[in-house]
């Protein structure tokens, strides 16, 4: 199961006025009574809070301030009325078969998730599952007016048209965020979706297996695969400057044949790594202006979002030699040449005048944080785990994305990975980032973490008394 990427909230802008009978808010050319109710919060070392929950016809208000007249309403699958999510994933969970897991997630609702599965019976698939409203596409871009009640959710995409296969005769099904249909879908999923560079490299190391030979060990060396498109088309580019600067022919020749392999010990993907960045500010600041820090070094999933849809177009324009996107007057060959001789001088006062100390480990790395570290600083740190030095970077099938704010620090990355052997579950192999226990005094808090980094694994357990007999430890939940 992953992100689906899909739009599937809107805000509406709601218009309120006090009358006789309480808050009213405007629908098409009449009035009508919002549904306001006071909540009460509790939180321990603070007086109880009381706030007035306002909602509209359109969802709850979440902004603005319908006493003085405006407030934006959310709309959302999930909370607009009763959804049988949670019915959902015990149905998931119980699933004996291809088709019962088909009909489990047919209530799903949110997020909208791909999932891929497989049985025992040989049948394999994918599903983009959850509620999509259909709708106008101005709600698509930007809040829209509710009183004029031109913007109304119509239904959602039927179960049926969503995105799905079943059994495709290529034998394999991939998914990595990215766009999963043609522009000839007749219905809206999104604007913005990964790029497809991850998925066309694992669709590349499947085919290159003889057919019928994939299994746990093939299936592996994909998790594991550090190769970067884009980033092969820097360094190819890079590689054919002229150049007079010894230090910068000096980064040029370790590009000249590399293949875009982000390996952990190497220096090519810090190089290319700090170009991008370099050429990334400069385009985002000819587009963006003034708002160029919100994009580029911000967080969540705004400004940085959109920016990895837009800078996927930004490689492929390199790639084709398209200067669309470059500020008036600026050609490759020059966004280049001062992006690499950028790139040069900040890694030399960062990591020192000796190009082979700059290995991508030493800036690529995670840095997890507790979420209770910071609440409780007297720890000293000792709730954080352990740094992991990787390989990998945003577009590789082994994750390791970041931010433009905290420069390849990695705070994309995959949250589990899984090897799943329908022929016998016990070949199957699993890890996660950090370890199977969230007690930081426990020996499994980070123990999987080392493991983790080098892209190997641990066994599933699939027989119960296998399972017990290798447990260390049983706890016993009592109700108080």
């Known amino acids: 199961m992953t992100h689906g990427n899909a739009d599937y909230q809107d805000l509406f802008i709601e218009r309120f006025r006090e009358a006789a009978g309480g808050l009213e808010y405007e629908y098409r050319g009449g009035w009508y009574p919002a549904d306001v109710r006071t909540e009460v919060l509790n939180c321990r070392g603070h007086e109880e809070l009381t706030i007035e929950v306002v909602i509209t016809r359109h969802g709850r208000i979440v902004a603005g301030d319908p006493r003085t007249g405006i407030g934006l309403a959310f709309s959302h699958p999930g909370t607009n009325g009763p959804t049988k999510w949670m019915d959902s994933v015990l149905d998931i969970l119980r699933a004996r078969d291809a088709d019962e897991l088909e009909q489990a997630v047919k209530e799903w609702t949110e997020p909208v998730n791909n999932y891929m599965y497989c049985d025992t019976k040989g049948n394999f698939g994918y599903r983009l599952r959850g509620r999509i409203p259909l709708r106008d596409v101005a709600n698509t871009w930007a809040p829209v ?23 495709p005769e290529v034998g394999y099904a991939v998914t990595c965020n990215q766009k999963v249909t043609t522009d000839e879908y007749p219905y809206h999923i999104n604007h913005f979706f990964n790029n497809e560079w991850r998925a066309r490299r694992i669709t590349d190391r499947i085919k290159a297996v003889p057919k019928g030979e994939m299994n746990v060990e093939s299936m592996g060396a994909i998790h594991a695969d550090r190769k970067s498109i884009p980033a092969g088309w820097v360094a190819e580019r890079v590689a054919s400057l002229d150049l007079e600067d010894a230090r910068e022919r000096e980064a040029q020749s370790l590009l000249a044949g590399w293949d875009g392999e982000m390996g952990r010990d190497d220096v090519q993907p810090t190089i290319v790594a700090e170009v991008m960045s370099k ?62 001789s950028g790139a040069v001088d900040e890694l030399t006062e960062r990591l020192g005048p000796d190009m082979s100390a700059w290995v991508w480990g030493k800036v690529h790395h995670t840095k997890p944080m507790h979420p209770l570290s910071a609440v409780f600083p007297e720890t000293d740190g000792m709730l954080d785990p352990p740094e992991i030095r990787m390989g990998g970077g945003i577009d590789t099938p082994q994750a390791g994305s970041f931010s433009q704010g905290n420069k390849f620090v990695i705070t994309g990355l995959s949250v589990n990975r899984y090897i799943h052997d329908p022929s016998d579950w016990k070949k199957s192999k699993w890890v996660s980032p950090l370890g199977a ?44």
Do not use: C
């Not at 007016?145 to 059994?167: F, K, L, Q, T, V």
């Not at 985002?284 to 177009?313: K, Q």
């Open 279 to 340: 050429v990334s500010w400069e385009v985002a600041t000819h587009l963006f202006g003034p708002m160029v820090d919100e994009v580029l070094a911000g967080s969540g999933r705004g400004g940085p979002s959109h920016w990895g849809e837009l800078s996927s177009h930004v490689w492929e324009g390199l790639k084709a030699d398209d200067d669309e996107l470059l500020p008036p007057g600026r050609t490759w060959d020059q966004v280049l040449s001062d992006a690499l």
């Open 145 to 167: 007016d509710g009183a004029s009640g031109d913007y109304e959710w119509e239904r959602e995409i039927p179960w049926e048209e969503m995105p799905h296969i079943r059994n």
């Open 437 to 480: 226990s969230g007690h930081p005094g426990s020996p499994h808090f980070a123990d999987q973490a080392p493991i983790w980094g080098e892209v190997d694994y641990v066994p599933q357990l699939w027989d119960w008394d296998e399972i017990k007999a290798r447990a260390e430890t049983t706890q016993e939940l009592t109700p108080g």
